[in-house]
């Protein structure tokens, strides 16, 4: 059964601060990985899918990486801002089927 | 983008009354969707699989008969929460999956219910 594993649940920086968010599996037999992130109480924004035959996906700011075979992914935020404030979950897809981390908390001090 | 819609956005009901909860695709075809539930502090949890024009496919531990999820058409999928309690309170997120090998997924809005 895969397991998701994101450490820490919470994390304070201040603005302007580069930082990555990691995010671990223990199945490494995926189609491919997922962030999002979740503002409180709503839904889900997609922000990076990355396929299993993929290294890395970029996207703005925001750059996550995969290592299949260590069950590892992460996700970068450069230059952070206020604005980024939110939950950042990862999921691992397999079969169709999502498997979530619990999720980051992250806020960024102005 | 996909767009996936979730209706209601939030719903409070009384103990013992049963909520639909709609999940539609409105720019794509969906052959199946998924149905989460998510706790406050934790993660979604997979509750079911929704296959247009067959039965859903449960998660372990997740009661059927209190979930009735039906899938009728390539664009509508819909989950009623049946004898509601209190306990049944959660954030509830669908997932709706294009047609297709391993695409993505794409998220509703989520539906907020509360049972009191």
């Known amino acids: 059964k895969q397991e998701v594993t994101q450490i820490p649940a919470a994390l304070s920086v201040p603005e302007g601060e580069n930082l990555v968010l990691n995010c671990s599996f223990t199945?490494?037999?995926?189609?491919?990985l997922q962030w999002f992130r979740q503002d409180p109480g709503k839904g889900l924004t997609s922000l990076l899918l990355?396929?299993?035959?993929?290294r890395e996906q970029t996207s703005g700011r925001l750059n996550a990486s995969l290592d299949k075979s260590s069950g590892r992914s992460t996700l970068y935020i450069a230059a952070s801002q206020p604005g980024d404030s939110a939950t950042y979950l990862c999921?691992?897809?397999?079969?169709?089927?999502?498997?979530f981390g619990k999720g980051i908390t992250l806020s960024v001090r102005p | 983008g996909a767009v996936v819609s979730q209706h209601p956005s939030w719903v409070i009901c009384k103990s013992g009354t049963s909520v639909k909860i709609e999940c539609r695709s409105l720019?794509?075809?969906?052959?199946?969707m998924f149905w989460y539930r998510q706790f406050p502090k934790q993660s979604l949890m997979l509750m079911a699989t929704?296959?247009?024009?067959?039965?859903?496919?449960?998660e372990q531990g997740v009661e059927k008969d209190k979930f009735l999820i039906n899938h009728a058409s390539l664009t509508l999928s819909t989950l009623t929460v049946t004898s509601a309690h209190p306990e049944d309170s959660s954030f509830y997120i669908c997932?709706?999956?294009?047609?297709?090998?391993?695409?993505?997924?794409?998220f509703g809005q989520g539906t907020r219910l509360t049972v009191v």
């Open positions: 990355i396929q299993s035959s993929q």
């Open positions: 997932s709706a999956l294009p047609t297709g090998v391993n695409t993505e997924a794409f």
């Open positions: 999921a691992a897809g397999a079969n169709s089927k999502l498997t």
């Open positions: 720019d794509f075809q969906a052959t199946t």
């Open positions: 199945d490494s037999a995926i189609y491919n």
């Open positions: 929704s296959n247009e024009g067959s039965k859903a496919t449960y």
